[in-house]
């Protein structure tokens, strides 16, 4: 189904196809994003391919460059690599990965990846040096897009210089407050401005009315255990309605 709907999307003239990563969490779960953008590679020519958390702390750095590489290869280019640190304690656990190093832990591998996609030695074995192999398409390595729902999360995105992927249930105030501080933390950390800013809203656009009022319905039933603010409406993250009004905001 999802390659249909990457087939689907690229058809309409869509620029990207995005997957989340998320474990244990049923029928839903999501826990290989990249054997799944793999799968929709073969399937389409020209749609950008994204991840909006490729789980870096939970992974070996060396093999998780090769399977970036790997699939940049395969698709001709098009990945685009959202990571995260993840937010489950449960998770953290069962990984065996210590819950309060996470970002230390994100930002290690991270470098070992970087410097892996730059061809760069990664060991010394017998007098000879090892690299990874084979290179992304893409050098020195696809986009890096950094998945950020918190305040320390928005400043270690700044201070990497990359730009940051925003909670989908973010009030549409708080992102514009978050999107500041984010730029703010970048020039900081003496990075020059970041020109991509990554939107993840949802949009519905529809003319009938009673329509409308059922999507805004669904979504608030959907949003209620994520958010845990029963006060929190629809139309502060999400933009359900007419043309016109979809264009407005």
Do not use: C
Request: net charge negative.
């Amino acid at each position: 189904e999802l390659a249909d709907q990457a087939e689907i999307a690229e058809s309409m003239g869509f620029d990207s196809f995005w997957l989340p990563e998320n474990h244990f969490t049923g029928p839903a779960a999501i826990p290989s994003p990249l054997m799944l953008l793999a799968a929709i590679a073969s399937r389409t020519s020209r749609i950008r391919l994204g991840s909006t958390s490729y789980l870096l702390p939970i992974r070996n750095p060396i093999l998780a460059a090769e399977e970036v590489a790997v699939l940049d290869r395969l698709s001709g280019g098009r990945v685009i690599l959202g990571i995260g640190r993840g937010f489950q304690d449960a998770m953290f656990k069962i990984f065996n990965i210590p819950t309060k190093q996470k970002r230390a832990i994100f930002r290690e591998n991270l470098n070992t990846m970087i410097s892996a996609w730059r061809g760069e030695p990664i060991e010394r074995h017998d007098g000879q040096e090892l690299f990874l192999s084979p290179l992304p398409v893409q050098q020195p390595y696809p986009p890096l897009w950094v998945a950020a729902f918190g305040p320390l999360a928005i400043k270690q995105a700044g201070h990497l210089g990359l730009p940051y992927i925003a909670s989908p249930v973010e009030s549409l105030t708080s992102l514009q407050t978050n999107i500041e501080q984010h730029r703010q933390h970048a020039a900081e950390a003496g990075h020059v401005e970041i020109s991509t800013t990554p939107i993840m809203r949802t949009v519905f656009v529809t003319d009938d009315s009673k329509l409308e009022r059922r999507v805004k319905e669904s979504l608030k039933t959907e949003s209620a255990a994520r958010i845990r603010d029963n006060q929190t409406s629809v139309e502060d993250w999400a933009i359900v309605g007419s043309r016109q009004y979809v264009d407005d905001k």
